[in-house]
């Protein structure tokens, strides 16, 4: 089936800097991917929409300028969290779709864990 | 946006079947049901659609209301690696056909 690969798993870093998550999908390519962010105990909160070549759409209350979204290929996302604080602290984790069509399935990463000091 | 209700949790015998009932009054007529589930520590992942008739796969069975308005997730037999959250999502076509999850229904298998 297919895949959908999410780098790092886990990333531990300072109050300030910067953390870039990549998403790459394997064996298809992606004309749409999305970002989620999953604090615990609590369900998947749709971040942003990607979509190749293009700006990626924000969720209402998401600020763009510290969630960068990069979308440069069919196969290849990322997310840029700038600036990092502890309140980012989460669980994130991205998606692929190989069509539009709303009988498509999405493709999950195995999420990234954001632990911000 | 069309939305769904789950109970929040469930707990179910190992080898026993499960029923996870989904309720969606709101649907519309193109929308389609879609059921996924996450392990502890992981990402979701698929375990199957359906937009009117019921629909069978490895991993289970889906059991769709005549009306639409109600679904139902069947696991045949429960195994342990069957605990998660199980989330019942109705596509969005109005913005970009975007996934939004719900609360969903945790799943407890008990051996």
């Known amino acids: 089936g297919a895949v959908v690969s999410q780098h790092p798993s886990r990333v531990i870093c300072k109050s300030g800097t910067s953390v870039k998550i990549e998403c790459r999908s394997l064996?298809?390519?992606?004309?749409?991917m999305f970002w989620y962010r999953q604090f615990p105990k609590q369900s998947l909160m749709l971040m942003a929409t990607?979509?190749?070549?293009?700006?990626?759409?924000?969720e209402q209350g998401v600020e763009k300028d510290k969630f960068l979204i990069n979308h440069a290929s069919l196969t290849l996302s990322t997310l840029t969290v700038t600036s990092a604080h502890p309140e980012d602290s989460s669980f994130y984790i991205c998606?692929?779709?190989?069509?539009?069509?709303?009988?498509?399935?999405?493709?999950f990463g195995s999420g990234t864990q954001l632990s911000v000091l | 946006d069309a939305k769904t209700t789950q109970p929040n949790s469930m707990e179910s015998n190992e080898e026993e079947p499960v029923h996870l009932p989904c309720n969606h009054s709101?649907?519309?007529?193109?929308?389609?049901i879609h059921w996924y589930r996450q392990l502890p520590s992981q990402g979701p992942e698929y375990v199957i659609h359906g937009l009117t008739s019921n629909v069978n796969n490895r991993m289970a069975s889906l059991a769709i209301a005549e009306d639409r308005k109600s679904s139902t997730l069947i696991l045949h037999r429960a195994t342990l690696r069957d605990a998660a959250v199980y989330y019942c999502i109705l596509r969005d076509r109005g913005n970009n056909n975007d996934m939004r999850f719900g609360a969903g229904t945790r799943l407890t298998v008990k051996p």
């Open positions: 998606s692929a779709r190989r069509g539009g069509a709303t009988n498509e399935k999405l493709f």
């Open positions: 064996d298809f390519q992606a004309t749409t």
């Open positions: 990607s979509n190749e070549g293009s700006k990626a759409t924000y």
């Open positions: 709101t649907i519309s007529g193109t929308d389609y």
